[in-house]
């Protein structure tokens, strides 16, 4: 989804900056996806964004080389079938699905206001239920206890860790923290919402998939939508003119949509918002 969301943006005019593990791999992919009818360019920058030292290395990158960003798209995504810790001390989920793209967006802020830009975050609306298989009865949209926003070191503790559920959880943290940039940013023109590009078939599902179902794998993703389709929730988002102005939203595809309570309550979004400035800033 990420090389069609830059791909469409490159044919549009665009400099596209890209932030990846694999600088040479993603260079010949988005030289693949882009061919020859783009109008703009892109660059590739190689960092790890699991990690903090990555995240941080990534934005210097950016603001050293653009004093403006007009538009920061969080793709950044990944599920993980067993609880493993970064080398950070962070659980992965927390580190790649939330901590990335706070990271990038707090780090960039000052382009961003230069550029009154928009910030898109690629959320999931697992945050709204985590059952894997949606079955008839209530959604158990996923929780978020304040006490564990003290460290982030207690987000998704290994005891208990229900992989689908730490995914959810990371999701939740980063439309939480979406809702938070919106207010803090709005007085300098910058937007910031989220969107759930819908079930889209890519290697996050796949290893979603329950053991059970998995012979029928080839099935299920073609009810899927496909990574193009996906990458329009997201691009709407980031260039529909009707858009400007529009933040602290929630979407899923192009519908406005509701989030748990606890991502509304100020108190909580200041408590993450300032655990995890420090994680980046001290």
Excluded at 2 to 20: D, F, K, N, Q
Excluded at 36 to 50: E, I, M, N, P, R
Excluded at 136 to 148: N, Q, S, V
Aim: aromatic share 4%; glycine share 8%.
């Amino acid at each position: 989804m990420g090389r069609v969301i830059a791909g469409e943006l490159v044919r549009a005019g665009a400099h596209v900056v890209s932030v990846a593990r694999d600088a040479r791999r993603t260079e010949a992919l988005l030289r693949d996806v882009v061919g020859t009818s783009g109008h703009g360019s892109f660059q590739v920058v190689q960092a790890d964004l699991s990690r903090r030292a990555g995240v941080l290395a990534a934005a210097a990158a950016i603001g050293e080389r653009h004093d403006r960003v007009h538009l920061l798209v969080n793709n950044a995504g990944a599920h993980f079938p067993r609880w493993e810790q970064t080398p950070d001390g962070v659980e992965r989920h927390v580190a790649v699905d939330h901590l990335a793209a706070f990271g990038l967006t707090h780090l960039l802020q000052e382009n961003l206001k230069r550029a009154a830009g928009r910030v898109v975050d690629v959320a999931s609306d697992a945050l709204n239920d985590t059952r894997r298989v949606k079955l008839p009865g209530r959604a158990r949209p996923a929780t978020l206890h304040p006490r564990h926003l003290e460290d982030l070191r207690l987000l998704n503790p290994a005891t208990g860790f229900v992989p689908f559920q730490a995914y959810a959880r990371a999701k939740l943290l980063t439309v939480t923290s979406g809702y938070h940039f919106a207010r803090l940013l709005e007085p300098h023109g910058v937007t910031v919402n989220s969107v759930h590009p819908g079930i889209v078939a890519t290697g996050i599902v796949d290893d979603l998939v329950p053991v059970a179902l998995r012979p029928l794998g080839g099935l299920i993703r073609a009810t899927m939508s496909t990574p193009r389709e996906g990458a329009c929730a997201a691009l709407r988002l980031a260039t529909d003119p009707a858009l400007a102005g529009v933040t602290g939203r929630y979407y899923d595809r192009e519908e406005p949509a509701t989030t748990p309570a606890v991502s509304h309550d100020p108190a909580v979004q200041q408590r993450l918002h300032d655990v995890c400035r420090r994680w980046f800033d001290d």
